[in-house]
């Protein structure tokens, strides 16, 4: 009953931005900590960037000072603002929320954990 939708992917040259959205769709209450994720091909899929419902936000290494998480929570989304991309943040880009809480069908509110979007992919070309 709580989707995770990203969008925002696509192919950029190094040197270039991207912004990644990804927006919760349903009778959402509230949301808590929200992150994104990338996974590259044969690689395991790996934290960039994670924001608490408060705005604490912390980062990998390596995409310190390039990359930013947001949030909206009036819009229930989160965003990934890319700048200085380099060839190997090429992967497939996922978003995650640790905790949701909902209200259900059947009346009551309840909570959903460890959801993912489907994934977006980022491509950037040398």
């Known amino acids: 009953q709580v989707q995770l939708v990203e969008s925002g992917g696509g192919l950029v040259q190094a040197g270039g931005s991207l912004r990644l959205s990804c927006a919760a769709s349903?009778?959402?209450?509230?949301?808590?900590?929200m992150g994104w994720y990338r996974q590259a091909p044969g690689k395991e899929r790996d934290l960039v960037a994670l924001i608490t419902t408060g705005g604490s936000r912390n980062y990998a290494d390596s995409v310190k000072g390039r990359f930013t998480i947001s949030r909206d929570n009036a819009k229930n989304t989160v965003y990934l603002q890319m700048n200085s991309l380099k060839p190997e943040d090429t992967a497939v880009y996922y978003c995650n929320a640790d905790r949701v809480l909902y209200y259900s069908s059947t009346g009551s509110y309840r909570d959903a954990y460890g959801l993912w979007g489907q994934g977006t992919q980022v491509t950037v070309s040398s």
């Open positions: 349903g009778s959402i209450a509230s949301i808590y900590a």
